[in-house]
């Protein structure tokens, strides 16, 4: 989640994240979860099972109808799927949790060289406070553009491990070519042309990341890793942790847990594709949660439209019996992150 805030940053606590985390201090009430637009506290348990789809991408590169169906009921039921025959191996996706992990067991004062600016966004650090009763999230994260690449802002792209530019260019192409994938499923899954969708975003498609570094919290009962949310983007492919759980989804009033599937990314769509599909996929709202014990690590890509390009839903999906249920908009992203800071839910304001 990122965006450009026009609002003047507020200061952060007296302690941070990693000093309470180290000496088990209990954190202020800035951390505590509270009633919002979003969902209210809750009202029901995580699930036990793990009733969140699977697809393989293997089959929908392929072809393969029944795949093609199932990709569209999961994102019309879930707005999410764990995805497998991605065709990235898994030792390549190790690498890419362990210049992550390299990086943030850096002492302070290296990371802090990658630093955001205090009205920024890419960069190391914490979200900013763009207000005195936002509810802070236990973790940091160093976010990063990737495209275009004459937007890249290098001077944030650790040089420490060495290997770390690298590997996140690669990952980068490798996980376009995923996105790429599944913008023509889904749109064949709607009987669409092709790039219903994927022309929308334009020339200069908007890809970047965020490695998410959640530390051991002395109240997991009371504070999140991060607040719920829908994220702004068209699609989001998130690298799990291989061993720690975390990622919870909200569906009919119900959190449901993503189970760790090591190999697997997680899959979701974020705002724009449920304002381009006319409200038939479904941007779903998320969290993490804190533990007592470990650490935890995740890598969320994301891609958006070209900052210059304005979205809305596909002509093809309007008719008399579904009414277009969104206007058009432009630079959504700046929009999305105020309200996510806010606890508002960004989709309600562009409905018609």
């Known amino acids: 989640m990122a965006g450009n805030p026009d609002a ?5 606590p007296a302690q941070s994240v990693e000093g309470m985390s180290i000496k088990g201090n209990v954190p202020p009430p800035q951390y505590f979860l509270k009633e919002n637009a979003i969902h209210p506290l809750d009202s029901h348990l995580p699930s036990d099972s793990d ?3 699977i697809i393989d991408i293997s089959l929908l590169l392929s072809g393969e109808e029944e795949e093609l169906q199932k990709l569209k009921s999961a994102l019309t039921s879930w707005g999410c799927f764990q995805a497998v025959g991605h065709g990235i191996s898994s030792s390549f996706l190790d690498k890419v949790r362990e210049v992550g992990k390299q990086f943030f067991a850096l002492p302070a004062e290296e990371r802090e060289k990658y630093s955001r600016a205090a009205d920024g966004i890419e960069g190391y650090g914490n979200d ?3 207000s005195e009763n936002q509810v802070l999230d236990w973790s940091y994260r160093l976010f990063l553009r990737l495209q275009p690449l004459d937007q890249r802002k290098l001077q944030f792209w650790p040089e420490n491990p060495t290997e770390f530019r690298e590997v996140l260019d690669e990952y ?9 994938v599944l913008f023509k499923a889904m749109a064949k899954s709607l009987n669409l042309i092709e790039d219903s969708f994927s022309s929308q975003f334009g020339e200069r498609v908007v890809m970047q990341t965020r490695f998410n570094f959640y530390l051991s919290c002395p109240r997991p009962d009371l504070v999140l890793g991060v607040k719920p949310h829908s994220d ?3 699609i989001t492919v998130l690298l799990q942790d291989k061993e720690v ?3 919870q989804i909200l569906r009919d009033g119900k959190w449901f847990r993503v189970s760790v599937i090591p190999h697997a990314l997680v899959v979701n769509l974020g ?3 449920q304002i381009m599909s006319n409200g038939i996929f479904k941007s779903v709202i998320h969290r993490v949660v804190t533990n007592s014990e470990r650490m935890r690590i995740s890598v969320a890509m994301f891609n958006e439209p ?3 390009k304005e979205i809305g839903p596909v002509e093809g999906l309007i008719d008399e019996n579904r009414p277009r249920l969104y206007r058009n908009v432009k630079n959504y992203a700046s929009f999305n992150f105020e309200c996510f800071q806010k606890g508002l839910v960004p989709l309600e304001s562009v409905k018609i």
């Not at 980068?172 to 790429?180: A, F």
């Open 8 to 12: 003047t940053a507020v200061s952060p």
């Open 51 to 53: 009733p969140i789809p």
């Open 128 to 130: 900013p406070i763009l």
């Open 172 to 180: 980068g192409r490798k996980v376009t070519i995923i996105m790429d």
């Open 232 to 234: 702004r983007s068209g």
């Open 245 to 247: 759980e975390g990622l």
């Open 271 to 273: 705002d724009q594709m």
């Open 306 to 308: 070209g900052e210059d």
